[in-house]
């Protein structure tokens, strides 16, 4: 079964600052996808940015992006410019891309929370 | 707009009281999951479906119970059998597209926080 490790519980960064959340993941997989979700104080779950597994370049998507190392079964999620509305709990997830693998969904990672300090 | 709606914000259990959440989309997804989330900890799939009238149980299904009898619904009763009830849930949803593929991305509803009395 899939795993995804998030070794970060708690990061913080000053604001307009960069931060790099880490996340490692174990599959026997070749093909998948991998996703960074934020969960601001309101717990609404929202989509930050995701990496198809075939795709060797990073995903970028404004002031975040990744950086996919593949081999490594590496996922870390980079902010720049840091702001105060980034603050929240950023949760890695990984996904089978194969269709008889339905049933195991999005594995999540435990989270990491992020502070931007003023 | 469309989106994910789940209703109530809160809900209240007694003791012995089976409880239902509902979760409602108007996205045209097929898919449809419900997750668990305990304090200071990730996601834990309870049910999913993919198609009208058809459901399969996730990793902590035991005292869950769930229908799909339309596609824009799928509401999860929690039933008196579940001894831990008080948690964060999520809905979410997924496209399937007519290959059988699974759009990759999950969109997830505002939450219902359940509480036990």
């Known amino acids: 079964a899939q795993t995804v490790t998030q070794s970060q519980p708690e990061m913080s960064v000053q604001e307009a600052e960069t931060v790099t959340l880490s996340c490692t993941y174990d599959t026997s997989e070749s093909d998948y996808y991998l996703f960074w979700y934020k969960q601001p104080p309101s717990r609404q779950m929202i989509l930050v940015i995701r990496?198809?597994?075939?795709?060797?370049q990073n995903a970028t998507e404004n002031r975040f992006s990744v950086n996919f190392q593949k081999a490594a079964k590496s996922f870390s999620l980079k902010i720049s410019d840091s702001q105060l509305g980034d603050a929240a709990m950023y949760f890695c997830a990984y996904r089978s891309a194969m269709w008889r693998n339905y049933g195991q969904n999005f594995v999540f990672g435990p989270g990491t929370r992020l502070s931007v300090l003023p | 707009d469309g989106g994910i709606t789940q209703s109530p914000k809160y809900l209240f259990r007694k003791e012995g009281q089976n409880v239902t959440l509902s979760c409602e989309q108007n996205?045209?997804?097929?898919?449809m999951y419900w997750y668990r989330q305990d304090p200071g900890q990730g996601l834990r799939l309870i049910y999913y479906?993919?198609?009208?009238?058809?459901?399969q149980k996730g990793d902590i299904a035991e005292g869950y119970s769930v229908s799909r009898e339309k596609k824009e619904s799928f509401p999860l009763t929690v039933t008196s059998a579940q001894k831990n009830p008080t948690a964060f849930y999520l809905c979410?949803?997924?496209?399937?597209?007519?290959?059988?593929?699974?759009?990759?991305?999950?969109?997830f509803g505002p939450g219902t926080r359940l509480l036990v009395l």
């Open positions: 479906s993919q198609i009208v009238n058809d459901f």
């Open positions: 996205l045209n997804h097929d898919a």
């Open positions: 979410a949803s997924s496209l399937i597209t007519l290959r059988g593929s699974i759009q990759e991305t999950q969109y």
């Open positions: 990496q198809e597994a075939y795709k060797q």
